[in-house]
């Protein structure tokens, strides 16, 4: 069975131009997640899907950045117009079980450079 | 404030010798979930263990074992005969009852074993 893939593995930018991040969560997990880790940081929580709707997105630093998940499977997440702090690995996960108790399986993360 | 704290930043040791890696967490939820995560070089976050507030019991799985302690608020990791094979960056999390689905890292370890 696949596990959590992401595309593109690195991606470098200018600052202003736009990225979309994409996600294809494990099969039949209902609960996709987007974490960032800016270099030598926490892995910080940016939101959380279920299926296609936002659980919570209290972890989106601002409006440059949105994550959308048509029809429930994969995943999208767009910055727009990138900046320089935006630059670090995006993480996105996903699970089966929506509590506490649930596994999260993690993807390899997507590596953004803004210069 | 920062909800999980990883003191170590970088740790080398000589292959076989142990290895302990130190987490404090912090939270007011009494009901919560201590996690240990390993991304190899290949980057992808390894699920290691879970535990849950209410049990305290240390456990061990072949080379590795954690100690959870709630008087010091601590949830260490120990490699026993460490191989190259463990090189990793380590991640200690935590998920509370009152924040959702959220996890939040530590800043994370990176453990090189030299051969």
């Known amino acids: 069975e696949a596990g959590v893939t992401q595309f593109p593995s690195h991606s470098v930018i200018e600052k202003g131009q736009t990225v979309t991040l994409r996600c294809d969560p494990i099969?039949?997990?209902?609960?996709l997640y987007w974490y960032r880790r800016v270099m030598g940081k926490e892995i910080k929580f940016l939101l959380h899907?279920?299926?296609?709707?936002?659980?919570?997105e209290s972890g989106m630093p601002n409006n440059r950045f949105l994550a959308e998940r048509t029809g429930g499977t994969y995943s999208t997440l767009k910055v727009q117009p990138a900046e320089l702090e935006d630059s670090g690995v995006y993480f996105c996960?996903?699970?089966?079980?929506?509590?506490?108790?649930?596994?999260?399986?993690f993807g390899e993360g997507s590596r953004l450079t803004v210069l | 404030a920062q909800k999980v704290t990883q003191a170590q930043t970088e740790i080398s040791v000589v292959e076989k010798e142990d290895v302990t890696l130190d987490c404090v967490y912090e939270?007011?939820?009494?009901?919560?979930?201590l996690f240990w995560y390993k991304q190899p070089p290949s980057g992808e976050l390894v699920f290691l263990i879970r535990?849950?507030?209410?049990?305290?019991q240390n456990e061990i799985s072949g080379r590795y074992s954690w100690n959870f302690q709630k008087s010091t608020s601590s949830f260490n990791f120990t490699i026993t005969a460490s191989q190259v094979v463990d090189s990793a960056v380590y991640f200690c999390a935590l998920s509370e009852a009152s924040s959702g689905n959220q996890f939040y890292f530590g800043t994370g370890t990176s453990l090189t074993v030299i051969p």
């Open positions: 535990r849950n507030s209410f049990d305290e």
């Open positions: 099969s039949g997990h209902d609960n």
């Open positions: 996960a996903s699970s089966a079980r929506q509590d506490l108790t649930g596994e999260l399986f």
């Open positions: 939270t007011r939820d009494t009901t919560y979930y």
């Open positions: 899907f279920v299926k296609e709707s936002k659980q919570d």
